[in-house]
């Protein structure tokens, strides 16, 4: 009995040792083990708990400074309940918001903030046929349900400032644009339509789903300008009073309706 109390003693010492290790485990001891599931990320000089730290520097696969991240994790996560408050800020993207974990292939993030400089992210591997998106894009989540990365649930508004589109001809401005996203049942639906002032008039509405898309939009120049007449004469041709109107779609939807995009 005596060896049995004293091993019981033991192991209870042990799992307290765990526990208050765990509990304020540094964050950079446990860097080594996250590593592998950052996607190429690399996070230096970093501080704080596993729990509520932070990295002063957060550095691309390439070696590019994308700017410093700071979270919250709760505790728990050690209870299969996992939820983080996440803060990340650069100089050409930037991500406030609240995620929760709500099954093994399902995730709820809420109050998030974006914003990204479209010119920054641009790929110079890709070569858009109507041109790269050019200016600041800022998004406002207010509830959004994510399974493997798709929304299934979505409640969101999104600005695009000082929009444009960059060609090798010269950049198509495009004003303010402003609208909402939603989702429900995995289908995506985004509007939009321009503040007002801008060079551009427009309005239109996108749908899109694991199955198809569906766009309809309607564009005018407000005022002469070459560059943007020139990317609004490749979207189409303009009816009587200059307005172009666009209708098409892709995959089943497009089957459905028997059009195709061009």
Do not use: C, Y
Request: hydrophobic share 45%; charged share 20%.
């Amino acid at each position: 009995m005596k060896l049995l109390r004293k091993i019981l003693a033991v192991v209870a010492v042990l799992l307290l040792a765990v526990a208050a290790l765990l509990w304020w485990l540094p964050a950079r001891w446990a860097m080594p083990l996250l590593q592998p599931s950052l996607h190429g990320l690399l996070l230096q000089q970093v501080g704080g708990t596993v729990w509520d730290g932070h990295a002063d520097r957060v550095q691309s696969s390439d070696g590019s400074e994308l700017g410093h991240v700071q979270w919250q994790l709760s505790r728990r996560v050690l209870l299969g309940q996992a939820e983080l408050q996440l803060d990340f800020t650069g100089s050409r993207f930037g991500l406030r918001g609240h995620m929760r974990k709500l099954s093994a292939d399902q995730v709820e993030w809420s109050d998030l903030q974006a914003h990204a400089d479209l010119a920054a992210l641009a790929d110079p591997r890709l070569r858009l046929p109507l041109g790269e998106p050019r200016g600041e894009l800022v998004l406002g989540v207010q509830r959004a349900v994510l399974q493997g990365g798709w929304p299934l649930e979505l409640q969101a508004d999104w600005q695009w400032r000082q929009a444009a589109m960059h060609m090798k001809n010269g950049d198509a401005p495009l004003g303010n644009l402003h609208g909402t996203l939603t989702a429900q049942g995995g289908v995506i639906h985004a509007q939009w339509q321009d503040d007002g002032q801008g060079p551009l008039r427009t309005a239109g509405r996108f749908e899109l789903s694991l199955l198809g898309w569906r766009l309809e939009a309607a564009l005018q120049a407000r005022r002469p300008d070459p560059a943007l007449q020139r990317w609004l004469a490749a979207l189409g041709r303009p009816d009587a009073d200059g307005t172009i109107h666009i209708a098409r779609s892709g995959g089943m939807a497009a089957a459905i309706t028997g059009k195709t995009a061009p």
